[in-house]
């Protein structure tokens, strides 16, 4: 008998299997919520770091070179720069000015994520002697938070990454030191710089300086917020999707994405995106852009061709044909948006220009294949990273979203679609569909025929460049551009088709904008169409842009345009 297994003790058995079941299944409960707290802890401490930090440089450079702090701060960066290079001011005393007004700027709009403790050396070390040869000399340079910096973190929003300092400059930053600039202070952005908003679980949301609950736009939100609010003269973004011009177009500054490895992306941390200036003059980014596209660069990167800036180009005075549309047929700006573009292509025919009508062939299309490469491994990356994170709000939707299983998604989104295409659209996009190699190279053949017929509908109408809608709206309240999909196709169609565009301040949303709103429909009469007109409704006086692209490797066409359209309007 004693062999025989019993029905008792099968019952012991199973019970016995379950509890072992139910014991591992809390252990691994336990271990992620020991594993989630641990992680907010270190955020916690690393944000109460860097107040402490501020407030050391607030109390030191307070009542230091107060006269001199006021005379630098209302120089533009090239008078800085001559002045430094000429001796009139002292590069360390201007590195003070900066970081006193930067950390003044962030106590406002939580904007500076990180001190650069190096910054005081590398001033003192320039050479006054090579400073003519120096085209940043002295000049006070803010940084996105992804871009790595020898000694300190670069968290992208996840409190994994703290305390895992970057062993290296990024290639950037060196050329920027070898140019004579002096990088300074750090700068807040969307937490894995995946959405527009300007928060993350580490260091909160940066707001817009003209409208202090309103967002700056995204991910380079501390930048545009930092530069609008003249804690800064230049700062350097990342832009996958719109992530320089967003901010730029709702801060009311000057912003560039240029063509794919113009800017060196080594030691970028997180998405891959084009690194681009962000000023307040025109004059400013092009300078830093002649500065960087330098020997150094080429050779520092192998994968950055070795193109100096195109003087012929941005120097000509040869009259141009311009495209313009202020509508896409996607998604239809707001009254305000169409205006800027208006006044952008009057502006531009009044010195000579040929401004005609140009159609963006198949902007649904044009975003599905953009997403559905974005998403190629069905957003299984994310998942994974975000795995033990504080997750900020504005990305919660789109975790949850990405965590059902594909053909749930696919049924929910059939639905969606009996009656709201767009959003059904972008619902399924969040998950990527299947990642099989198939269909990514289905997918890539798509996007190759797709950018053919957008290069041909460019080449018919013998465009040197287009103006157009740099976003769908001008700035809202925090948290109103939460739907990624939707908002992204005025910037994020460039990044898909790696044209260069830029970013033009041309003027304020005005009553006649928000009285026009009430004949705003949008082209699918779907909820965002709604939104876009609540949001805007909300918008009286804050900044709108107009957007300069030109062809992959034109950059300094587009930089051209843009100066173009700021001479035109000033």
């Known amino acids: 008998m004693s062999g025989l297994i019993t029905p008792y003790g099968i019952r012991s058995a199973k019970a016995a299997g379950f509890g072992v079941f139910a014991l591992c299944g809390v252990s691994v409960l336990f271990f992620k919520w020991k594993k989630k707290s641990m992680l907010k ?27 001199e702090k006021e005379r630098i701060l209302v120089m533009d960066a090239a008078s800085l720069i001559a002045a430094a290079q000429s001796g009139n001011i002292d590069p360390v005393i201007a590195l003070k000015a900066y970081m006193y007004k930067a950390c003044s700027a962030t106590k406002i709009l939580n904007c500076v994520t990180g001190i650069i403790e190096t910054a005081e050396n590398v001033a003192v070390r320039l050479d006054a002697s090579q400073a003519k040869q120096c085209l940043l000399y002295g000049l006070p340079v803010s940084l996105k938070e992804s871009i790595e910096t020898k000694g300190m973190d670069s968290t992208i929003g996840l409190a994994q990454f703290i305390d895992s300092p970057a062993k290296d400059d990024a290639v950037l930053v060196k050329v920027l030191k070898h140019c004579g600039a002096v990088p300074f202070v ?19 949301a940066t707001v817009n300086p003209h409208n202090l609950k309103f967002t700056p736009g995204g991910s380079s939100s501390g930048e545009g917020a930092l530069i609008a609010a003249g804690g800064s003269l230049l700062g350097f973004g990342t832009d996958t999707g719109g992530s320089i011009r967003c901010p730029a177009h709702m801060c009311g500054v000057y912003g560039f994405k240029p063509s794919l490895n113009r800017i060196s992306e080594k030691g970028l941390k997180g998405l891959p995106g084009r690194i681009g200036p962000i000023a307040r003059d025109m004059d400013t980014i092009v300078l830093a852009m002649r500065a960087l596209l330098c020997p150094l660069m080429f050779e520092l990167d192998v994968d950055v061709p070795p193109l100096p800036f195109n003087e012929k180009v941005f120097g000509s005075t040869r009259k141009l044909r311009i495209g313009y549309y202020v509508d896409d047929g996607y998604n239809e700006p707001a009254p305000s948006i169409k205006r800027g573009v208006i006044m952008a292509k009057e502006a531009l025919e009044k010195v000579g220009h040929i401004l005609v009508p140009f159609t963006v062939p198949r902007p649904a299309d044009a975003m599905r294949l953009f997403f559905a490469e974005i998403f190629s491994d069905g957003y299984e990356g994310c998942r994974n990273i975000l795995k033990y994170e504080q997750i900020d709000p504005i990305l919660q939707r789109t975790y949850m979203i990405s965590k059902l299983p594909e053909k749930l998604r696919w049924i929910i989104s059939a639905l969606m679609g009996l ?17 099989s190699v198939l269909r990514l190279r289905k997918l890539q053949a798509e996007a190759y025929a797709y950018k053919q017929d957008f290069h041909n509908a460019w080449l018919n109408e013998k465009l040197d460049a287009v103006v157009c809608p740099p976003f769908v709206v001008a700035a809202g309240p925090l948290r109103c551009l939460e739907n990624i999909p939707v908002v992204m196709g005025y910037t994020g169609l460039y990044n898909f088709l790696n044209f260069p565009a830029g970013i033009v301040p041309v003027t304020k949303v005005e ?21 876009i007109k609540k949001t805007s409704e909300l918008s009286l006086g804050m900044p709108v842009g107009v957007q300069c692209v030109a062809l992959p490797f034109q950059d300094e066409m587009s930089l051209r345009v843009m100066k173009e359209v700021q001479s035109a309007l000033s």
Do not use: C
Not at 45 to 61: D, H, P, T
């Open 419 to 435: 009656k709201w295409s767009r959003i059904a659209q972008s619902f399924y996009l969040y998950g990527g569909g299947d990642k």
């Open 186 to 204: 750090k700068t807040n952005l969307s937490q894995m710089m995946f959405s527009f908003e300007s928060s993350n679980p580490i260091f909160g």
């Open 41 to 67: 802890k270190k955020a916690l401490e690393v944000k109460q770091k860097l107040m402490l930090a501020i407030q050391r440089q607030l109390e030191q450079f307070q009542n230091e070179e107060a006269d």
């Open 511 to 531: 009553q006649s904008d928000i009285d026009a709103l009430r004949n705003y429909r949008g082209h699918y009469g779907d909820p965002w169409d709604k939104h």
